[in-house]
Nanobody
Framework: QVQLVESGGGLVQAGGSLRLSCAAS????????MGWFRQAPGKERLFVAA????????NYAESVKGRFTIFRDKAKNAVYLQMNSLNPEDTAVYYC???????????????????WGQGTQVTVSS
């Protein structure tokens, strides 16, 4: 059974950095775009960033542009989200997801992703 497992979340002060990791097991997503989404308490799940299947194209939400970087390591079957200059508005559960189509673009549409991790909590204190 294919699984995505996120790690790297935690508590950080405003202005700090975290790197989230997403590892795939039981299969490979090397030909699928990968994305990160986040959900704050009582709010809908929102797009954060995505990377194309080849890794050469990325897509970011306006709120994180210039602060977050998504990249993938196909050899490790993993995708990462480097988060810098964090602020309290970034507090949420962060989810990794795999695009449902092969050779896919870095979509910001949650319904284009059909494999999801369990999420990792990121809390930014002011």
């Amino acid at each position: 059974q294919v699984q995505l497992v996120e790690s790297g979340g935690g508590l950080v002060q405003a202005g700090g950095s975290l790197r989230l990791s997403c590892a795939a097991s039981g299969g490979t997503f090397s030909t699928h775009a990968m994305g990160w989404f986040r959900q704050a308490p009582g709010k809908e799940r929102l797009f954060v960033a995505a990377v194309s299947w080849g890794g050469g194209r990325t897509n970011y939400a306006e709120s994180v542009k210039g602060r977050f970087t998504i990249f993938r390591d196909k050899a490790k079957n993993a995708v990462y989200l480097q988060m810098n200059s964090l602020n309290p508005e970034d507090t949420a559960v962060y989810y990794c997801a795999a695009h449902k189509e092969s050779f896919s673009d870095p979509s910001d549409l949650y319904f284009m992703y059909n494999y999801w991790g369990q999420g990792t909590q990121v809390t930014v204190s002011s």
